[in-house]
């Protein structure tokens, strides 16, 4: 978009800018792609400031806390892998997997390795190892020989230094821990269509809780299903502009948590995304589009009326609902203890077909459970509905598979996933479950 067109924020965007300090060349302002694309090569979205040095290319969001590093030694294993820093304080290492079945299996072309416990489909630990383990540890170091090297250069990279040092390991786990108090808590777990924004989303809760409390489940909390308040949400909003700032321009999507904002009233959840729209002030981010992504339940979406579909296709953006069906089975939901019939499983998954038909700017998402211990009828009864009764391909209304046993990567299991994948009408991926 030209920037005679860009209003609000993003005119205000200072100009981009370069200067070359000794060994290391900074960019300021530099502006990235506008748009999130699934593409076999690093494409760095948004605005930031970059300062490529003899060791590696640190990229800082615009509140000056590091967003991205990529290693230059000679032992950093891909030229095109990279760290990322999230909102919520986790490093996450990006790598191609050998671009071999990444895409195939999670709909990214970059696998991210997460440094925590999670369904890790592909293997490997890279954060474990070195180069990369250690530049998660010494980042700052790196900063102090940028700025040992660069101090008196220019008053603009001075000061550009200066902020960058006050964003300390101890103040930058000091926000994220803001970040969680303002959402009642850290985000146990993000829809897994965040993937379309590079799970790059402000959370704010609409709702606490959910209605099932299964058994299985790893990211549930027990505290029981709750709407929050409008003037609850509208002073998360407020406290979340306040923290994202100056790069809240480099947002151009919503989580609205926790685990079934779908149960919510429609008159709320409308008015929660207006005002996440208004207060954020998310038509102006550098971003094309805007998102709001959710969570669903079974329950929640045959409660839901179909003024509430008609009322969210009119808001701006798109809306991505993911709803935990888990199985069509009634075996496997008795052995997973989730209180539901198998038949409501079944209607929830036509159901989600017709809306998907029918309105433009709503996906809705369904996730089934896999593990090679769970009975042959939930795989039966998975494909009845996946294949059988869906007449032709599509290409949305995507389905994720969601490994019950975490970190423990099997071959077997993605062959099973394979077999699955190549009978499905619907896209079908691994869910890649992200905490925030
Ligand atoms: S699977 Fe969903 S409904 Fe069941 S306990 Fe977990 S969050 Fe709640």
Request: aromatic letters at 8%; one cysteine or more; glycine letters at 6%.
């Amino acid at each position: 978009m030209p920037e005679s067109r860009q209003h609000g924020r993003c005119r205000a965007l200072s100009p981009p800018r370069s200067q070359r300090c000794g060994a290391y060349h900074f960019e300021l302002f530099k502006r990235g792609s506008r748009r999130y694309e699934k593409v076999s090569y690093p494409l760095r979205c948004g605005v930031y400031h970059e300062i490529d040095g003899p060791d590696a290319v640190l990229h800082l969001d615009l509140n000056h806390q590091p967003l991205r590093l990529i290693g230059k030694q000679k032992n950093w294993p891909h030229p095109q892998e990279w760290l990322k820093r999230t909102i919520g304080d986790d490093w996450i290492y990006y790598s191609t997997g050998g671009y071999t079945g990444v895409f195939e299996t999670t709909g990214e072309f970059y696998l991210p390795n997460l440094p925590y416990v999670t369904n890790n489909h592909l293997g490997g630990k890279p954060l474990d190892q070195e180069p990369i383990r250690s530049q998660v540890e010494c980042w700052p170091a790196v900063i102090d020989s940028i700025a040992s090297s660069c101090r008196g250069c220019s008053d603009e990279i001075d000061l550009l230094i200066e902020r960058i040092r006050q964003r300390t390991p101890v103040s930058l786990a000091r926000r994220a821990k803001l970040l969680h108090r303002i959402v009642n808590g850290p985000v146990s777990v993000l829809p897994p269509d965040t993937r379309h924004v590079d799970y790059q989303v402000i959370p704010v809760n609409v709702s606490l809780g959910c209605l099932y409390k299964c058994s299985f489940c790893r990211v549930k909390n027990m505290s029981s299903f709750t709407q929050l308040t409008l003037a609850q949400i509208e002073a998360q909003l407020d406290s979340l502009h306040a923290l994202l700032a100056d790069d809240l321009i480099n947002f151009n999507a919503i989580f609205l948590g926790q685990h079934d904002g779908l149960s919510c009233t429609s008159s709320l959840l409308c008015a929660a995304v207006e005002s996440a729209h208004r207060k954020l002030d998310l038509e102006a981010s550098y971003l094309d589009g805007t998102n709001t992504f959710l969570f669903g339940s079974v329950g929640s979406l045959h409660a839901a009326e179909e003024k509430l579909f008609d009322d969210l296709d009119k808001l701006p953006g798109r809306v991505f609902i993911n709803i935990g069906l888990e199985s069509a089975d009634q075996a496997t939901l008795d052995l997973l203890g989730k209180p539901l019939r198998a038949e409501k499983v079944s209607a929830a998954f036509h159901l989600i077909q017709t809306i998907n038909k029918r309105y433009r700017s709503i996906e809705i998402t369904a996730n089934f459970v896999t593990d090679p211990d769970l009975p042959e009828s939930h795989y039966k009864t998975m494909m009845e509905l996946i294949r059988d009764q869906v007449a032709t391909t599509r290409d949305k209304g995507c389905i994720y598979l969601s490994p019950l046993r975490f970190n423990d990567p099997s071959r077997a299991r993605l062959f099973d996933f394979y077999k699955i994948k190549r009978l499905s009408r619907l896209p079908l991926y691994m869910y890649t479950i992200q905490r925030l």
